[in-house]
């Protein structure tokens, strides 16, 4: 039986305030001058006035204390300076009953040099078990090239160890040894020390420095694979034997790249994230609202059951890790001029002191924290407004006594002040005696008392910890203007406007609110009604620095109904359900009643708008329609086609497996289901809970029987490649995977993946009709074989793809994003110029021979899809004069329209985009250059055939020795009709070039945040390998591709075509950049302007 | 705001399909009756058995005597748990016996009574509420005199009304009619409460099912409403309106999200008027609200924001033939109040204390106005209500941004 949690709801971190605390600095019970958990219970009742909900408490464990207690000599026990065990039990119990749930923290990716384990490994033999706890080498040279983290004290991620004859390996401090997770015993002991404290009672672990915890040569030792696989265990474990536990991961990372730690809601519940704090400060600087929007966007959506963990502040440095060096050095110059204030990559400062202890900004960077969509931690002290002490080591200045009052030592300690583990602040603005608990509790004026209020007010609205986020951007960019908006399992819905003034001046604002028209804005605080919103533009005015929080209420019902009958004759006259299903529940879909059906409808919106694969999150769902139902015979569920109609009277179509649960049953499966709960409803006192069939292995068994064995149906039909199939097929397992964003991936063992398609388009989709065609005809060996798929009856619409399994080690991307930074990194540390061919050909020599295999990849695809055959959906054809206007036209809308839109934003561009802007713009008049290039006889363009369409980096899979191509479904955002229109292969042809440029700046962006300083050398190096992997790639394919000279354009008009389609993409790509990520706007910019120059 | 009178089923269905109908009323029915001495429960189980004539029903019964040779002892189920003794109000404690003995019996619809004398006519619209108008709690709406339930009609009404939307007249209550469902939430609850170690404490049924989204009726009856018998009124003042601000800071989420007034679908027994008019000693109250108003005010400053102690100061020197105490004065009191009591403004028990006065100068009002009329001092109800309503933003306002300066 699962032990519980002080905690009942599963997702109660989600509507957490989370309280980060040091047990030593926070209050002294017993006069030695540190804090203790004695000193901490007695300021419980503080903590639960203030509002907060869990307590962080930061290492508290055994230590030499080298590193703030991040060097833990034993994981079992409480330092001796805080207390006891029986203390924290004491200290644990108190906190559950005053409702506070409490965190701690799980360093597991190294130990204290002191820890017996690694005293025990430099004494035992080489290879030994008690060795092997560590990470150990006779060089010093494997795993080269990873990066050294603390650049300050650090020269080698390794230490020779003279008792042991061996190098250990260290990512942090030479005294802080990595533990060696290849070794089970480590896992065994970790999950262990992870029992100990959670049989006690605690409710959630930071999982400190994850991305470390495994190293493999020749990568970064940074989120490798194995990383994965060692906290999903862990994960396991606590959801085996422990209910509602939180693990909270820290990565400072991306958000992209910390995406893959929330696994599939299989791995950590909450991860921070570390980017946004820096833009937060950047934002209120510069008075623009960009840098916030920026990151937001390039924020990933994470699985409904997790949540990321936003901060303003914490114990460590105020880190810029993750911003480029131009930001980096705005945010020193503005934030930390003295260099006392800065350490490693970062600022140690505390909130206060950050802005210049003005209380509008402190008020308005707390308002941001608790209305943007995470959960919010703060730190212990800025509550009040707490200074620091720049002049203390380390990171030692945020991490000062808490200030209870102004008698001696604060008020944290009766001990003799030289005794104190630090000095309390004392100068005139920040100390004590001006700036302390007792003071700012009696005076109601308080940031005290304003924190207590707003943390107070969050809590009343579950939609700022639960809700989505849509940003609106008015035209004054000094205004941040956003939309928290959720609806809950029962059916109210919440939807708050906040708006925030990041300038020093007043600021007039209008929002387009037209979509909530006839609502009536709710001020939240004073509960002051607004006027009702129009279509027109909502006016307001901002006081400098100010921030509303507006909830936008339905008009209240003029006439009362009885909400029982009202129920009836609204479910009854106003649906329109199908009157067969409903009528004859017990011949099909006996699982969903006619009642359930209804609230099923209701409650999909919200569903929806949770789920990865549900495209259309910025719309707003007028209704939902269960269009039509299929049964799967032996799955205890029903595929449905979801009709969900939105606001301005689009309908798009939907695929969701339906299984339902009820009774006793609920019990078994209410953790596996829980992140996929459409809806639970009591009918005649029975509970039943209905949630997405694709968690169901009786589900997934039952479609991919049906697959195989060729099944049909009134409803569906399956066909097969019957070469193809393995044999075996039906007796492997089946799990979600994690890679798929928008549909929803079932991977039976190594044998298969069977592809559920969420959204639906008339018409086979192209993915199946080609992947079909490569198979069974082509016979082409570098894609996945098509096994078999599903498609709807009434509309041939393709309901799910079945696809032979390949083994692979990741996609195009990550291989060359990988293989790139070695090669920077080798060539910053050798400084070798990418111009001796030596050199290049020594550190890129193998890379380039790789892309040249995916040139000659890419061109037997394109021979096979131009095999001869009589069915005239892939049959080749010569480009006709009407073809090449269709081009023109194409191209020309797109270019122009990108034109326009890159005018009109001018003025918001940085310095040099706005140039680059400015030339693009003067070259307005060679389009018609461009044009008049893709004229002339048709027949000397080639041939047209079926092409991947949608062809990047990312749709190869690179496996031990070669490529795979996969997904021809084509560009999502077009219609079927346009996927299916046969193009000139050089379409693809151009869609790999841009990949390869985007590769080449992104990898050097990234090493590029990780160095202190720009790197001309390294910036050569990027240009040189765009350069060779273009003409490795274009060189390859020609030769590949000359079997079939037809296919290929003659050399002129070979030109003129591969120019105009790189344009085309680069005009998309720039939009796409204008609207998501302006940062990277320089990139197609300048790619559209060399493009352009050459048509002059 | 509608409190409709409905059909009287009952009275109008003819004999045939009575029995049948009662039949189908009982048979999934529990009735759990209050501890009582035998004869008197020989009486009440004599009048479950002719409300529901069936050997499905089953009546719950605190003190089983198995050696009875009664006819009905087949239909008699013992509780294992102790039942409150109080017998004015239901408590945690039954709320957890019912649903104990619910479970036991697979019971899926629930009569909890606190009448020890409970009328066929009320077993059977309570029966009637849940099982045919498919509602999870169905609560009576008893009979008062003018001078009747005033902690009620100061307090318990006006409140559940403006802040869960229930036009419910009396929410604490006596009898109760429960789905199981209901039950079950409700004993989670009690059970909270126990495990607390508050086993005396007070549940409030239509905040509970209003939380749960559940519907909530009310029938109207004949019955009285019951007499606590604590001699102590200060005591049971600060136990029931302790218990209601306790409620209402745990369920702030809830109520501040009700924005009107869902009807209660009032059916049951035809109202009558009662006569009663017991003397009130209207100058007593006055003279304590002044008394209290020179001792107390210190206290008061502490809660109250200048509008209301201006208001109050002026209501001081009114003499008793004259004394009004404005609705809208009177809910902003007892908003501040429960702001206070959720603040910990001071400690909770002088809190109450201070509120007490307060609550005789409008009891003095309102028995003044009322003189002896019980359709005028339901008007005067209604109207306190409605300016609980009215004043519900205020109290909102307050809550969300409890600053000391406001006007």
Redesign the interface.
Known sequence: MKKPCSATDPLWYKDAIIYELHVRAFADSNDDGIGDFQGLISKLDYLQDLGVTCLWLLPFFPSPGKDDGYDIADYNSVNPQYGTIEDFQQFLDAAHARNMQVMIELVINHTSDQHPWFQKARHAPKGSPERNMYVWSDTDKLYDGVRIIFTDTEKSNWTWDEVAQQYYWHRFFAHQPDLNFDNPQVLDEVLNAMRFWMDMGVDGLRLDAIPYLVERDGTSCENVPETHVIIKKIRAVIDAEYENRLVLAEANMWPDDVRPYFGDGDECHMAFHFPLMPRIYMALRQEDRLPITDIMARTPDIPPSCQWGLFLRNHDELTLEMVTDDERDYMNLAYASDKRMRINVGIRRRLAPLVDNNRRRIELLNSLLLSFPGTPIMYYGDEIGMGDNIYLGDRNGVRTPMQWNSDRNAGFSRAVPAMLYFPVIMDPIWGYQAINVEAQESD??SLL?WTR?MI??R??F?VFGRGTLEFLLPDNRKVLAYIRDAKFE???VETVLCVANLSRFAQPVALDLAKFAGRQPME?????PFPPISESPYPLTLAPYSFLWLEL?QL??SA?????TGLVEDSEANRNLPPAEIAQPAQKNELLSAALLRALEDALPAFLLKQRWFGAKSRTIKSVRIASRADIAGADAVLSILEVQYEEGLIDRYQLPLAAVSGVEIQSVATEISSQVILRF?EN?TETIVYDACLNPRFRAALIKATIGAASSDELIAKISQNALPSDLLKVDSRIGSAEQSNTSIIFGDRAILKLYRRLQIGENPDVEIARFLTNVARYRNTPAHLGDIAWKQDSSTSAFLQKFAPNTGDGWGWIMEDLARIYERAASLSASPNEEAHFADLAGANIEAVRLIGRRTAEMHLALATPTDDPAFKAEPHSAGDLVEIRTRIEHQLLTALDTLQSRLATFSEEDARNAKKVLELRGTLNNLLQSLKGDPQQFGERIRIHGDYHLGQLLHTAEDFLIVDFEGEPGRSLAERRTKQSPLKDVAGMLRSFSYAANAALATYEQTSSKEQPLVRAWSAAWESAATTAFLKSYQSAVSSRPELMPQSIQGESLLRALLIEKTTYEMMYEMNNRPLWLHLPLQVLLQNLQETV | ??TSIGNDISNTDPEGERELSQAALSSDLLVCLPPMVRETREHATAAVLAAFPTASLRIAVTELDTLSADPTQSLLVPYEEARNQTGWALHVTDYLAAATVARKYDK?HVLLLGSDAPSELLLQSLARGLTQ???DVVMPRLQTSATDGLVNSALLYPMTRALLGQDIRFPLPHNIGL???ALERLASEAQREVSAGRSDSLLWPVSVATAA?Y?VRQLDSNEHLPVPAVTDFNRLFAEVIGSLLADTEAR??NW??S?????A?SAGEPLATSAQDPDADVVSMVEGFRVAYANLLPIWSLVLPPQSLLALKKLAPVPPQAFLFPPELWARVVYDFALAFHLRTINRNHLLGALTPLYLAWAASHIRCAAGDATEAERLVHATAAAFEAEK?YF??RW??????NP
């Open positions: 109601p004026s008392q209020n107070a007010l809590k009343l579950q029962d059916g109210h939240m605080l004073g509960y002051v209420q209240a019902p009362v109904s009885d909400p029982i009591e006192g | 705001m509608a899926q108008s498919h509602a789905s199981r469902r989204g519907s702030a989420i501040q999200r924005r009107y007034v869902a009807p679908h933003p909102v306002s969300r941004w409890p600053d000391r300066f």
